[in-house]
C-alpha cells in the first residue's frame, strides 16, 4: 500500500445519455435512466480509483457549503476517502457531459471561482511529507504546489488530458515539473509518436502516456530512450467512456509507485480502464487490485 497526495477538482457531475451527435433540437426528451448524478472530477476520479485499489489517499481540494458539497464530502467518506483536507468554498463546482453509444461526448464544467484560487500550502506540505508520489491535476488552485513538491524530492505524476501543442502555454508548468505525465490522443490522432518525441525533448519527463481509446496507450521511457505500444482490453459491454483516462493514470501510478516497472504497469492500468467503461459516471466501476489481478490473469 502506497500513500499518494491528490490535488484536483472535485465536483457534482451529471451525465445524460444521448442518441448521437450533433444534439438534435427538441423541447422535451424522455430518457429514462439516462440521467445520473454523481460526485466526480479529476481528483476525485483519481482518488476513488487509488482507494480501490488500497492505496491510503490523502485528497487537496477545493468544496462548496452548498447542498452538493454535503454530498461529495457523504460519497468521499462512504469511500474512506479522508475530508480533512478539502478547502471550504461558497459553491461546489459542477459538470454536466452528454455522450452516445459510441463513446463520444461533449462536456460542460463549471469551475466557478476556483481558477483564481490556490490551495493552502502550509496544509500541502505537512499533507505531503509521508507520501510516496504526488498527482498534481492540472487546475490552477495546484500550480504554485508543484514547485514545492519537486523542492520535496517527491515523484509528481499528472494528467494534462486534451493537449495539441507542446508548447501549450496553460499546462506548460504542469509538463516542465511532471516525472510521469499522461495525455490524450483526441488532438493528436496519427502523430501520437511524433508528439511525444518533441515532448520528451522539451520536457524533463521521466515517462510519458498517450492514452489512444481503443487503439491502447503508446509511452516512452526516458531510461532507455524507447517507445512501447500497449494494446487495448476489449470489453464488448461499453457504457460510458468518461473517466477512462483518469482510470488509465490512477492504475498505472498505484502500481509504479509500488514498484512495477512502468511497462508491466501500464499493461496492468489498461485493464483496469477497460473494466472502468462498463459502468455510467467518471467515478464508478473501479476495481479493486485483487480483482483486476485475477482478470489480467485470465486474458
Given at each position: 500500500?502506497?500513500?499518494?497526495?491528490?490535488?484536483?477538482?472535485?465536483?457534482?457531475?451529471?451525465?445524460?445519455?444521448?442518441?448521437?451527435?450533433?444534439?438534435?433540437?427538441?423541447?422535451?426528451?424522455?430518457?429514462?435512466?439516462?440521467?445520473?448524478?454523481?460526485?466526480?472530477?479529476?481528483?476525485?476520479?483519481?482518488?476513488?480509483?487509488?482507494?480501490?485499489?488500497?492505496?491510503?489517499?490523502?485528497?487537496?481540494s477545493?468544496v462548496?457549503?452548498?447542498?452538493?458539497?454535503?454530498?461529495v464530502?457523504?460519497?468521499?467518506?462512504?469511500?474512506?476517502?479522508?475530508?480533512?483536507?478539502?478547502?471550504?468554498?461558497?459553491?461546489?463546482?459542477?459538470?454536466?457531459?452528454?455522450?452516445?453509444?459510441?463513446?463520444?461526448?461533449?462536456?460542460?464544467?463549471d469551475?466557478?471561482?476556483?481558477?483564481?484560487?490556490?490551495?493552502?500550502?502550509?496544509?500541502?506540505?505537512?499533507?505531503?511529507?509521508?507520501?510516496?508520489?504526488?498527482?498534481?491535476?492540472n487546475?490552477?488552485?495546484?500550480?504554485?504546489?508543484?514547485?514545492?513538491?519537486?523542492?520535496?524530492?517527491?515523484?509528481?505524476?499528472?494528467?494534462?488530458?486534451?493537449?495539441?501543442?507542446?508548447?501549450?502555454?496553460?499546462?506548460?508548468?504542469?509538463?516542465?515539473?511532471?516525472?510521469?505525465?499522461?495525455?490524450?490522443?483526441?488532438?493528436?490522432?496519427?502523430?501520437?509518436?511524433?508528439?511525444l518525441?518533441?515532448?520528451?525533448?522539451?520536457?524533463?519527463?521521466?515517462?510519458?502516456?498517450?492514452?489512444?481509446?481503443?487503439?491502447?496507450?503508446?509511452?516512452?521511457?526516458?531510461?532507455?530512450?524507447?517507445?512501447?505500444?500497449?494494446?487495448?482490453?476489449?470489453?464488448?459491454?461499453?457504457?460510458?467512456?468518461?473517466?477512462?483516462?483518469?482510470?488509465?493514470?490512477?492504475?498505472?501510478?498505484?502500481?509504479?509507485?509500488?514498484?512495477?516497472?512502468?511497462?508491466?504497469?501500464?499493461?496492468?492500468?489498461?485493464?483496469?480502464?477497460?473494466?472502468?467503461?462498463?459502468?455510467?459516471?467518471?467515478?464508478?466501476?473501479?476495481?479493486?487490485?485483487?480483482?483486476?489481478l485475477?482478470?489480467?490473469?485470465?486474458?
Amino acid at each position: 500500500m502506497s500513500k499518494i497526495l491528490v490535488c484536483g477538482l472535485v465536483n457534482v457531475e451529471t451525465t445524460v445519455k444521448v442518441n448521437a451527435f450533433p444534439v438534435e433540437y427538441c423541447p422535451i426528451d424522455y430518457s429514462f435512466f439516462g440521467v445520473n448524478s454523481y460526485p466526480a472530477g479529476v481528483g476525485l476520479n483519481i482518488s476513488l480509483a487509488l482507494t480501490s485499489l488500497s492505496d491510503e489517499v490523502k485528497l487537496l481540494s477545493m468544496v462548496g457549503v452548498d447542498s452538493a458539497g454535503a454530498v461529495v464530502r457523504d460519497v468521499l467518506s462512504k469511500n474512506n476517502v479522508s475530508t480533512d483536507y478539502l478547502e471550504n468554498c461558497d459553491y461546489t463546482a459542477q459538470s454536466v457531459v452528454l455522450y452516445d453509444n459510441l463513446g463520444k461526448r461533449r462536456i460542460f464544467c463549471d469551475l466557478k471561482d476556483f481558477q483564481e484560487k490556490s490551495f493552502d500550502e502550509e496544509i500541502f506540505i505537512n499533507a505531503v511529507k509521508d507520501c510516496d508520489a504526488v498527482c498534481l491535476c492540472n487546475i490552477n488552485f495546484s500550480r504554485h504546489l508543484l514547485k514545492k513538491a519537486k523542492a520535496m524530492g517527491k515523484l509528481i505524476a499528472t494528467d494534462v488530458h486534451v493537449l495539441s501543442d507542446i508548447n501549450d502555454e496553460y499546462n506548460r508548468e504542469y509538463m516542465q515539473y511532471a516525472d510521469i505525465l499522461f495525455l490524450s490522443n483526441e488532438n493528436i490522432l496519427g502523430r501520437e509518436e511524433e508528439f511525444l518525441s518533441k515532448l520528451k525533448d522539451i520536457y524533463p519527463v521521466k515517462i510519458a502516456v498517450v492514452g489512444m481509446g481503443n487503439s491502447g496507450a503508446l509511452m516512452y521511457r526516458r531510461d532507455d530512450d524507447k517507445f512501447y505500444k500497449v494494446p487495448c482490453v476489449e470489453n464488448n459491454n461499453v457504457i460510458n467512456t468518461v473517466g477512462a483516462g483518469d482510470a488509465l493514470f490512477s492504475s498505472f501510478v498505484h502500481f509504479y509507485t509500488k514498484g512495477e516497472d512502468a511497462l508491466t504497469s501500464l499493461r496492468y492500468a489498461t485493464h483496469f480502464a477497460s473494466y472502468k467503461i462498463g459502468f455510467d459516471g467518471a467515478a464508478k466501476g473501479f476495481l479493486s487490485e485483487e480483482k483486476l489481478l485475477k482478470m489480467v490473469n485470465k486474458a
